[in-house]
């Protein structure tokens, strides 16, 4: 069974650029979940998705966006980059039911702002 | 806000030894916790999750402890080993928040051979 994937694996922009990251979750997970992971702030919950709706979303400016499709395939977007917006921002995948079973990670997408 | 927090940022055990790692939270809205071990360059894997209306969990060489009282959570690791060693986060989900969790700041475990 193939885990959580997400793409690009490394990135490089330059401030003011905008970028698009990909996850594809297990097969049969209808949740994607988004996080951003900074040595200075751990990991901070973006936004989850369920059946194409947001479900939930955390405090992070209007630049950061998402998206879900109906095969659960996840993106999430970021306009305007900010030297701060360098992280890895993982992913996570679930049957969608909260608080009951755990979330399944990829290995992340390593954004670097310059 | 309320936060999710760690009381040590690493822990340094021998091998063969039991390890705890500690964790506060302070969302008394939160009503299922989970511990996460990620190794270097990967996600943050499960470990075991606690429900509020449990104590104590028991899985394969781990143990959460949760004390709502002082609201207090703890993971114990029996005869620690090298392939332990991993950061470790505790997360809560506050009720009706979908799958939005909350992580601690993570304790870095090292086991000495």
């Known amino acids: 069974k193939a885990g959580v994937t997400q793409t690009p694996r490394y990135l490089i922009k330059t401030r003011g650029q905008q970028v698009t990251l990909s996850c594809s979750p297990i097969?049969?997970?209808?949740?994607v979940s988004w996080y951003q992971q900074t040595p200075g702030q751990g990991l901070q919950f973006l936004f989850e998705y369920f059946s194409e709706t947001q479900r939930n979303k955390g405090n992070f400016p209007g630049r950061f966006s998402g998206r879900q499709f109906s095969n659960s395939r996840s993106e999430m977007n970021v306009s305007t980059l900010e030297l701060g917006d360098s992280a890895l921002y993982l992913c996570?995948?679930?049957?969608?039911?909260?608080?009951?079973?755990?979330?399944?990670f990829g290995e992340g997408s390593r954004l670097t702002v310059l | 806000g309320e936060s999710v927090g760690l009381h040590l940022p690493t822990l340094s055990v021998q091998e063969g030894d039991n390890s705890i790692i500690n964790c506060a939270y302070s969302?008394?809205?939160?009503?299922?916790f989970i511990w996460y071990k990620q190794e270097s360059g990967k996600g943050p894997q499960f470990i075991i999750d606690i429900r509020s209306n449990m104590d104590k969990r028991q899985g394969q060489r781990v143990t959460v402890l949760l004390n709502k009282t002082v609201k207090h959570l703890s993971l114990q690791i029996a005869a620690t080993q090298p392939g332990d060693s991993a950061v470790y986060f505790c997360a809560e989900n506050p009720h009706n928040a979908g799958n939005m969790l909350t992580f601690g700041g993570g304790t870095r475990l090292m086991v000495k051979p």
């Open positions: 097969s049969g997970h209808r949740s």
């Open positions: 969302n008394s809205a939160s009503d299922y």
């Open positions: 996570a995948s679930s049957f969608g039911q909260p608080n009951t079973g755990e979330l399944f």
